[in-house]
């Protein structure tokens, strides 16, 4: 089946501009998580939406990063007034299940997309 | 702080060796743990899950192991292959880390043919 995808995968933009970044989770996930990787490092956690609800956003950086998930499937980036220390590949998760099944060890592979690169110029 | 970090951060082998990567861990209280591989340019591939009451977990050449206590964890990759050669990360889902997973900075792997 499809694993998770993400669009756009690459995004140049000019520091000060707006940006979005999509991510469709594996079918029938309930969690979806966003990470944001900068070279050479391991990716750090940014936001986790159980369903359409944000049930831990406390690793957006500052108020110019937010995310949604309206209808509990795809989700959406949103990077306001970018600087260029934005600049990373953005990454999507999915999980099945969330964190009580990973409470009850029952969890809770997550499956990674691709990523989008942005670069802030 | 809960932390992870990756031993060596690059290896470099010929083709055919069993290596060992290490991932160690600061807080034994743990959900489970995740082993993962990139590729340059490339998104992260599930290889192995280990949840906190297992000890050990394998996928065909590949040997994960989990010591809660010591806070280590392992990955064995047996008879390596020049296709095995990418990025390694090693994750942790701490208990009282929300549903966020830990990543320490992984370990560059080049198999030589």
């Known amino acids: 089946g499809a694993g998770v995808s993400q669009t756009p995968s690459n995004k140049v933009t000019e520091k000060g501009k707006y940006v979005e970044l999509r991510c469709d989770p594996i079918?029938?996930?309930?969690?979806l998580y966003w990470y944001r990787q900068s070279l050479g490092q391991g990716p750090e956690f940014l936001i986790y939406?159980?369903?359409?609800?944000?049930?831990?956003d406390s690793g957006l950086p500052n108020d110019r990063f937010f995310a949604v998930r309206p209808e509990g499937s795809v989700s959406t980036l949103k990077i306001q007034r970018t600087e260029r220390g934005d600049s990373a590949v953005y990454l999507c998760?999915?999980?099945?299940?969330?964190?009580?099944?990973?409470?009850?060890?029952?969890?809770?592979?997550?499956?990674f997309g691709p990523g989008t690169r942005l670069t802030v110029l | 702080k809960q932390e992870v970090t990756q031993i060596p951060a690059a290896l470099s082998v010929p083709e055919g060796e069993n290596l060992v990567l290490n991932c160690s861990f600061t807080d034994s209280a743990i959900y489970n743990l995740q082993w993962f591989r990139q590729d340059p340019g490339k998104g992260l591939t599930s290889l192995l899950l280990?949840?906190?009451?297992?000890r050990e977990q394998t996928s065909g050449r590949l040997n994960a192991s989990l010591d809660k206590s010591s806070g280590r964890s392992t990955l064995y990759i047996a008879a390596s292959q020049p296709g095995d050669s990418a990025t390694y990360l090693c994750a942790v889902s701490f208990v009282g880390g929300g549903s966020r997973l830990t990543f320490g900075e992984g370990t560059q792997l080049t198999v030589n043919p």
């Open positions: 079918s029938g996930h309930t969690a």
């Open positions: 280990i949840q906190s009451s297992q």
């Open positions: 998760a999915s999980s099945l299940s969330g964190l009580w099944d990973r409470v009850l060890g029952r969890g809770n592979e997550q499956f």
């Open positions: 939406f159980q369903g359409t609800g944000a049930a831990d």
